[in-house]
């Protein structure tokens, strides 16, 4: 460790918020997220944009992901400068100042039973 | 952003799109999606090519993918020149004229629960 | 088309056919698939090689991508050199002749309802 | 075979145990797994690396993958230095001293019916 691992450019062009649920809150909630892992010794400061199919793009959300952490930023949870609307197809683009890792993950609980996707996302070259 | 990300050819070498469908129409019906995002400034000129295990290849199918937009485009929409037919197994050639992303993802809905998968698809050498 | 797309060798670590299913087969029987696609002009002439975790490798299998074809070729119907055993952990190494795609997907019907996974395998350099 | 396949440094930014399982255990125990495939010929040292979103880093979990074999390591099984949180986010680093390949998968059996997640993991550039 205290090596970077990674890259700094991320693309994730599926997205989809379930806007319902069922079983219990928070585990449970439908929810979109990018698993984000910065290995290396300096905090890595993330700016997320946000794809539309008939809008311009949102963003950037802000999260950082401290050094040797790991952020499981739900999408649900982002709120400024404005939430991610449920039901709605969007793609995502995520920038980091410092190599990171991003995976991208979905919990969809509309039904009595969830059901689970996960990919690592596209790494831009750099 | 005002950058290309991403590659100009790609490919999805699973393809199966359920004949059969639980729940309400459009969102839980069964389908097959390539995402596409283009975080780029010029629009996307997008060719679909579909491989079967015993015919010929059908297409192209053309998509446009507006500058900084995505489009999640379901192969069960896609009809001209010929529907992608179902309960069959294909493959898909996405070949771009600018660099995109492209992930693949599936809801199949034939039983009372949903199931999903998703992939970042293979990104050619450019 | 008519250009190569792809590597010649992959490799999908995960292996596990469920020794049990429900639905009607075969569609909904539990099973493991390396979809394969060959964009290019020649037919490639694949290996694979299953690994166990206790035992040395099985195979290798021998298949045919044709031309401008794809195979969904589900491990459950590899049978020559070995039959690849159920409920048990295995991975596998599939190298062509010409550049190919490989995906990897299983579906799950052990219980009432299915599950689904999927990936593009790893590509190795050339 | 014979030669290496893979890469040295591999990431997966997306973990999580789910702490309840319903089903017959252990194939149906809720599972994260870390599949692991050396196809060389000399025998893979690797340590594993946990990442938490409010903690220092937790490891190495050091497990040997030997010559020409997979091992479908369950995050579930790491004890030594101390086992892995369930409900808890987390991230792994994974370091092999020869080349391997590592593809991530999760049974999620909460609920009454499984859900399964997979992807190849990020490889590192060497």
Same mark, same amino acid.
């Given at each position: 460790?205290?090596?970077h691992?990674g890259?700094? /450019? %991320?693309?994730?062009?599926?997205? %989809?918020?379930?806007?319902? *649920?069922?079983? $219990?809150? &928070?585990? +449970?909630? *439908?929810?979109?997220?990018?698993? +984000?892992?910065?290995?290396?010794?300096? @905090?890595?400061?993330?700016?997320?944009?946000?794809f539309?199919?008939?809008?311009?793009?949102?963003? &950037?959300?802000r999260?950082t992901? $401290?050094?040797?952490?790991?952020?499981?930023? /739900?999408?649900?949870? +982002?709120? @400024? &400068?404005?939430?991610? $609307?449920?039901?709605?197809?969007?793609? *995502?683009?995520?920038?980091?100042?410092?190599?990171?890792?991003?995976?991208?993950s979905? +919990? @969809?609980?509309?039904?009595?039973?969830?059901?689970?996707?996960?990919?690592?996302?596209?790494?831009?070259d750099?």
């Amino acid at each position: 460790m205290g090596e970077h691992l990674g890259r700094r /450019r %991320w693309a994730i062009p599926e997205g %989809w918020i379930p806007g319902a *649920s069922t079983g $219990p809150a &928070p585990a +449970l909630t *439908s929810h979109e997220t990018a698993c +984000l892992l910065n290995v290396g010794d300096a @905090d890595a400061h993330v700016e997320i944009t946000i794809f539309f199919e008939d809008r311009d793009p949102a963003g &950037p959300y802000r999260v950082t992901v $401290p050094a040797r952490r790991t952020v499981h930023q /739900r999408f649900n949870d +982002l709120t @400024d &400068p404005e939430p991610v $609307p449920r039901d709605t197809a969007y793609a *995502s683009l995520i920038e980091s100042d410092v190599p990171i890792v991003v995976q991208h993950s979905r +919990l @969809d609980s509309r039904q009595a039973e969830n059901a689970l996707l996960t990919t690592v996302a596209f790494a831009g070259d750099e």
